[in-house]
């Protein structure tokens, strides 16, 4: 840490700042435990530098920084320094961004855990910014054309197809059987309500 803290202030006004000192913060990042002091100090001198977005390209270091801010409650502070890394690690990034916004469900509540259901209405309510998914979100909604396929059939023929007729639908539409059934389950249920 104090090799660290030498060379941070030795390269401060680098830019950028030698691989070296970068990659000795991704390890100290990994050795330290997510809420320990020594983090704390590490991450606040890091940020506190004029070049600590070189720092924010290694997703150890944005993993600790985001531990830190959720740790201390700044989840607004966690979900900016996501929004703006440049780490590589897309997949990884999202799934801190999920994590930011579970813990702040279960605060919210006062739990520890949420189910499923929860977690998947909070990704709903927070959906990753664009520059965590550049490919855009997913989604599972059928094409227009799809949708109006089924909606015409369960008009026309029966909105409770059986076996084959699902079969059928699957095929001439490239879709699972079970997202057929899966289609009518749930328009039976909206035209219920």
Known sequence: MKQF????????????????????AGQLCREFQSSSPSLEKLVEAMMGCKN???????????RACVSVH?????????????EYCKAEEKEELMQLWHEIHYRRVMEKHQTDVLTPLQKFRCRKRNPPPISLCPEGLKTRNYSEEV?????RFAA?????????????????????PTQVYNWFANYRRRQKS
């Open 147 to 151: 949708r109006q396929h089924l909606y």
């Open 5 to 24: 803290m030498a060379m941070l202030k030795k390269n401060e006004n680098k830019h950028p700042p030698p691989t070296k000192l970068l990659n000795l």
């Open 156 to 176: 026309e023929v029966t909105a409770n197809p059986d076996k084959k007729q699902r079969e059928g639908l699957a095929r001439d539409m490239n879709l699972q």
């Open 52 to 62: 600590n977005r070189y720092f924010l390209t290694n997703i150890h270091v944005v």
């Open 70 to 82: 959720i740790h201390k409650g700044q989840y607004d502070a966690a979900c900016r320094l996501l």
